[in-house]
């Protein structure tokens, strides 16, 4: 036998055909004789070396062809598994509508570190703008399929800190009164020069005037924002493989159709859009109890969405990211695969722990009972988000002393560098006599090192900069973020030491104009005040069942419950 890839075995087949030699006879010296069976085996080897090498010849051709061809296939299959990604990955960016924003929304401040929080407004459109969404949310039998962008009947200012470690999700209610803004919808032309109305209706000019009316109202940077319509819900909860909540009764939304019994359920489709759609379901009947059951539902589909199942699994994610790209509106920063991955990511970081839900505090609108104004506690809750700060703070300790604390300690390990460690040369780049004095005095204040020292720049300067040595960037960013100065402004130098020249763009007092040093904490306490903030890791919430006559059937008002008794001939949302 012979392996066609190791040539011959080493057995060596006798010939039977030749004659066996006879006894070897000594010569007359003693010597052997020639021939014999040494030299048969001499001979034998000889010629089993040359037919080695014949036999050897042919089957190390085919191995190389063999080889060749295989290599021929691998790279057909790799260009062919690059052209599906490619054509998967354009496909992807081909689904996304973005619009711009227009600088409408302001911009959020990186920290002394260099990190950005990220603001996004997440809006529900009530568009039926396509045979679908007419289909899905009724109302166009007269209309037919409507143009313009709608109302945003759901509003969430989605914030995710500059260092990832934390999140909140604040609702607003749609019948919130405030002013909108002048804007222009660059899609259609269609404008206002701006009035006092309910704060749903600024998206009918466009999704950029929706962010600018949010901003204004407040205070906090718009960096993003995502818009859904009512097929995009349904796209994203099939796509994770359905949602699971709870409702603490048996209850039937004579609205928007919502019918199950008490309990868990999983929701997918339609179920799902009819969930997040109730407002008659749910709470007091009205748009607030609807933001908390979307919080549970939203916090649900986090849980889902972090599982490992879900990331794991090739096809839940091409599903998920055909149904997201198809299903989302959003803004130039966000208009590309690329970039919804990142934001993924970062969303990806924040455990659910640390993701807080909250609905914005109200008041009745002295003018009309049926809408609502910013309560008492809103405007802590605004500036928590504004600053970055945690609202789990809030929940576990209503301190803010406490939520200061953490900051600090957060801020402490991110340098490694006490203020006591740091010296700093600061230096006069203006005409403006006493700025090198000033500042250097508020950084001895602080509790930097008594070796902070003063001197005129060399020329003057038009831009502040902070420059340090090799190895010294931990101490920069100590003194940078006690200054309120932007991580653009630091910069590597050659020598040793921290340098602060002060330039023009920074004309008076010890802070500067446009840096980022953190204003004094929020209120934790005031903020979670009414809010009915949960986090994002509790499962097992229910989303409480009306026990008000809050719908209709057959003409007569009843409880949700109620209603679920009476319409036994209506099949249950999950049937």
Known sequence: MSDPWDGPGSQVTRDRTTKVPGQRTAGADGARPSGGRAAARAASRQGDERATSRRRARPMRRGRRALKIAGACLALLMLGTAGVGWWFYQHLNDNIHSVSLDGKGGTEKADAFGRTPINILV?????????????????????????????????????ISADRSNATVMSIPRDTMTQIPACKDSANGQSTAGYYGQIN???QYGPACQVATIHQLTGIPIDHFVK???????????????VSVCVSDNVYDTYSHLKLTKGAHTLKGVAALEFVRSRHGFGD????????????????????????????????????????????????GLGSVSKLIGLASDVNKVPTKRMTFTTMQ??????????????EGARSL????????????????????????????????????????VAVTVENGTTITGRASAVAGALTD???????????????????????????????QTAAKALGLPASHLQQGTGTGLTLVIGRDWPSGTSYPDGTSSPAPADTKAAVSNAHAQTADQSKTCARVSPYRTVSLNGVPMTPSQAYAAAKNQPDSDS
């Open 201 to 203: 209706s600024a998206l």
């Open 362 to 375: 109200t008041s009745p609108d002295p003018t009309d009972s049926d809408r609502v104004v910013v309560g």
């Open 123 to 159: 809006m529900g459109s009530d568009g039926r703008t396509s045979a679908e969404d007419c289909k899905l949310g009724g109302g166009c039998s007269q209309t037919g399929v409507q143009t313009g962008s709608g109302n945003a009947d759901v509003e969430m200012v989605m914030h």
């Open 228 to 242: 859904l319509d009512f097929s995009g819900v349904v796209k994203m909860s099939d796509a994770v493989g359905g």
């Open 446 to 476: 602080k509790g930097f090192s008594s070796a902070t020292t003063t001197a005129n720049a060399a020329s003057q300067a038009a831009t502040t900069t902070l420059t340090y040595g090799t190895g010294q960037k931990a101490e920069a």
């Open 285 to 332: 009947g009205s748009d607030l109890g609807r933001t908390v059951s979307q919080h549970i539902f939203l916090s649900a589909m986090m849980r889902k969405f972090k599982s490992a199942g879900t990331l794991t699994d090739p096809t839940a994610v091409y599903s998920l990211a055909d149904a997201a790209t198809k299903a989302l509106t959003v803004d130039d």
């Open 382 to 421: 605004f500036a928590t988000i504004a600053n970055d700060q945690s609202l789990t703070t809030g929940l576990g300790n209503n301190s803010a002393t406490a939520t200061a604390t953490a900051t600090a300690k957060a801020n402490a390990t991110a340098s490694a560098v006490p203020a006591s460690e």
